[in-house]
């Protein structure tokens, strides 16, 4: 065992060290070993030493590597914490509250000085205003409120400076918010001629001399256009004149009118749910929604998502809405085109405006029809309440000197029909149909089978095999292995459709024998057939489809669409 050399200092009882505590002549019965083995072993019965000072020291001093261990202070203390470091408040169209927490980590006071970056529109309350103090370690709480009113692009880099009461030390801590501020077109509209609404795609199309295309979508969605007429009466018309004066060359929030519902139970302020049906309104295919009560009294909400039975907003409601109020898939869009007003008096004028979405609209999925050769067939029968249209069209040139005879070259040898359709649509499952068969043509881009739904072809004998007997109409003579006449669509009472190509013919007497890619499994008699109908492979000759929605989605809409014949 090792031995150590020490030194007892003497007690007070000695009077030669004062800073010795006299509790060491209290402790009795201990053993000191090595000093005595003897009970007695006060401090003041050993031989004591007076102490000698050996300041100034001399060391040899030599470098240390080391490394600062850290704690949880260095984590969370000698800061300013801030619960909002950035933030996306999306589209501004009605008055936002965002809440800041900021906590003093320092363990002294500090004195806020200001708050920078503040713009027009946007405020706390003033009891939350500098100068204040924060005590150390303590937590504030503020509101910042954000109106509609003030620049178009929201972009604001808020500076808490803070400075040290003992330290004198200068902090900030900042935090970014960016959106875009949008006023709500919540004037109701006049329903005496409807709402126009225009889908546009944009389809690049490359066609060779012999009628073959290559065709390219240039867009990812359409885009919507609603045309609409306003009849403004009273402060109205005024607040109307105002907001085009102001706001004319911005954004709008705008209610897709046609899509009206109404509240069936009441939306307390705050609330994030909205309880509805939403089977019938796409409202998960729009990225607002619009509560309205008239042009003074609406609030606009960010769709977050949609379930059978309700809307969840990302964001809470900052009114209350009774039950009744009307409410609408909205979406962003611009003027396309400034108003003209007509004043009928001087409280009443009426106007029309066209409003074009700033984002491409979502429709519903493509369907999933019939397909005949790798392309789907069109089934939904047109309306012909008013006289259809059929015309043709040929990839003809002329060369013409002008003083002998002109030149005429059929560069493709084929004629291209077109197909002028209109349809009644009736209620929302007619409407979703409709936009979905718009989806999967993607304007001029996708072709489908478009069925004349006439009858071409009158049936004279049961069908049978692969032989097709109908009345004389001249098919043999003319409409063999021509473009848009080598298919047919046989359509029964009973709803079944089938589809074949005609590969030969041959004309007897009154009667043409049509010879069919495939053959029949049954033979069908005459009575049971509705209508046989040339099928031709067709494309939309426009990118643009125009629907006229005289009600709302569960009333009656028209549409218009006219089709090309191609080749493929």
């Not at 800041?100 to 003093?104: E, P």
């Not at 292995?481 to 009472?493: A, K, P, S, W």
């Given at each position: 065992m090792a031995n150590i050399d020490y030194v007892v200092t003497l007690?007070?009882?000695?009077?030669?060290?004062?800073?010795l505590t006299s509790d060491f002549d209290l402790a009795v019965d201990g053993v000191w070993y090595p000093v005595s083995t003897a009970r007695n072993t006060r401090v003041s019965d050993i031989i004591a030493h007076p102490l000698t000072s050996n300041i100034p020291v001399s060391t040899h001093p030599k470098p240390l590597d080391f490394v600062v261990a850290h704690s949880f202070v260095d984590d969370f203390y000698h800061r300013i914490h801030i619960d909002n470091l950035q933030a996306d408040l999306g589209v501004v169209a009605s008055k936002q509250v965002i809440n800041?927490?900021?906590?003093?980590a320092y363990f002294e006071p500090l004195d806020l000085k200001r708050i920078d970056g503040l713009t027009a529109g946007v405020y706390f309350d003033n009891h939350d205003l500098p100068p204040l103090v924060f005590q150390a370690l303590e937590e504030r709480s503020w509101q910042l409120h954000i109106l509609p009113d003030g620049d178009a692009q929201l972009n604001l880099d808020l500076a808490w400076r803070f400075v040290g009461k003992v330290s004198q030390n200068a902090y900030q801590v900042a935090s970014k918010l960016s959106g875009q501020r949008v006023i709500g077109f919540a004037w109701l509209i006049d329903w005496d001629k409807g709402v126009n609404e225009s889908l546009a795609w944009h389809t690049d199309i490359l066609q060779s001399q012999t009628g073959f295309e290559q065709r390219r979508s240039l867009r990812l969605a359409p885009r919507q256009t609603l045309d609409v007429n306003l009849l403004l009466h009273g402060q109205e018309r005024t607040l109307f004149d105002l907001a085009m004066t102001a706001w004319a060359s911005k954004n709008f929030v705008v209610p897709v009118w046609f899509y009206q519902a109404y509240l069936t139970t009441k939306i307390n302020s705050q609330s994030r749910i909205i309880l509805c049906d939403t089977t019938q309104i796409p409202y998960g295919n729009f990225q607002y929604i619009m509560l309205i009560k008239d042009a003074f009294s609406y609030e606009v909400g960010e769709v977050?998502?949609?379930?059978?039975?309700?809307?969840?907003?990302?964001?809470?409601?900052?009114?209350?809405?009774?039950?009744?109020?009307?409410?609408?898939p909205a979406l962003s869009a611009q003027l396309n085109g400034l108003p003209r007003l007509t004043k009928h008096s001087s409280q009443v004028m009426r106007t029309a405006v066209s409003l074009q979405a700033v984002d491409g609209v979502n429709l519903p999925d493509p369907v999933k029809p019939d397909t005949f050769r790798g392309y789907p067939v069109l089934s939904i029968a047109p309306n012909e309440v008013d006289n259809l249209t059929h015309s043709y069209e040929r990839l003809q040139q002329q060369l013409d000197n002008l003083s002998g005879r002109p030149l005429f070259v059929d560069s493709a040898n084929a004629s291209f029909s077109l197909f002028q359709y209109r349809w009644f649509l009736v209620g929302s499952e007619q409407h979703a149909t409709f936009y979905a068969w718009l989806n999967l043509l993607n304007g001029r881009q996708k072709a489908v089978w478009l069925p004349t739904f006439s009858?071409?072809?009158?049936?004279?004998?049961?069908?049978?095999?692969?032989?097709?007997?109908?009345?004389?109409?001249?098919?043999?003579?003319?409409?063999?292995?021509?473009?848009?006449?080598?298919?047919?669509?046989?359509?029964?009472?009973?709803?079944?459709?089938?589809?074949?190509?005609?590969?030969?013919?041959?004309?007897?007497?009154?009667?043409?024998?049509?010879?069919?890619?495939?053959?029949?499994?049954?033979?069908?008699?005459?009575?049971?057939?509705?209508?046989?109908?040339?099928?031709s492979l067709c494309r939309l000759n426009s990118d643009t489809v125009n629907i006229v929605h005289h009600n709302d989605i569960q009333g009656l809409s028209t549409a218009e669409i006219t089709f090309r014949g191609i080749v493929e």
């Open positions: 007690s007070p009882n000695h009077a030669i060290n004062e800073y800041f927490a900021l906590w003093n977050g998502a949609v379930n059978d039975d309700q809307i969840i907003l990302k964001r809470p409601l900052q009114h209350a809405w009774e039950r009744g109020t009307q409410i609408f009858d071409d072809l009158q049936l004279i004998k049961a069908i049978s095999g692969t032989r097709l007997e109908v009345a004389n109409c001249g098919y043999t003579k003319f409409g063999q292995g021509q473009n848009g006449r080598q298919f047919v669509q046989i359509e029964l009472h009973n709803g079944e459709r089938f589809y074949r190509k005609i590969v030969l013919s041959e004309e007897l007497g009154t009667v043409e024998r049509l010879t069919l890619d495939e053959p029949f499994l049954n033979s069908i008699s005459p009575h049971l057939v509705k209508r046989i109908s040339f099928m």
